[in-house]
């Protein structure tokens, strides 16, 4: 199930919070939240499972990188009329705020 994607900041920023707007509020995410500063190896700075559509959350004090990846590792099914169904990961935005 894990689905990641990740954006390149251009150069390294300090980075103090981030926020993701998932499609489904009704729907519990667990992701990591991880970043680089050579788009090889990443660190996990942020470890979540959340319910809503808006979550946001502060990166650990001192964290400065170019690239930041999101991981979803768990999504709660989808269940209608049909069953239960695998779910997947779906945003309309993700932010990062730094300096």
């Known amino acids: 199930m894990p689905q990641w994607w ?3 900041l251009g150069e390294a920023h ?3 919070s981030f926020a993701v707007s998932f499609q489904h509020a009704d729907r519990t995410y ?3 939240i991880e970043t680089s500063q050579d788009d090889s190896v990443y660190v996990q700075q942020v470890s979540l499972s959340g319910l809503g559509a808006l979550q946001s959350e502060a990166f650990p004090p001192g964290v400065s990188a170019r690239y930041v990846r999101i991981t979803i590792t768990a999504a709660t099914p989808l269940i209608d009329a049909t069953g ?3 779910s997947w990961a779906t945003f309309f935005e993700f932010s990062v705020i730094g300096i």
């Open 30 to 32: 667990t992701y990591l």
């Open 6 to 8: 990740r954006v390149d």
């Open 14 to 16: 300090q980075l103090s």
């Open 84 to 86: 239960t169904h695998l």
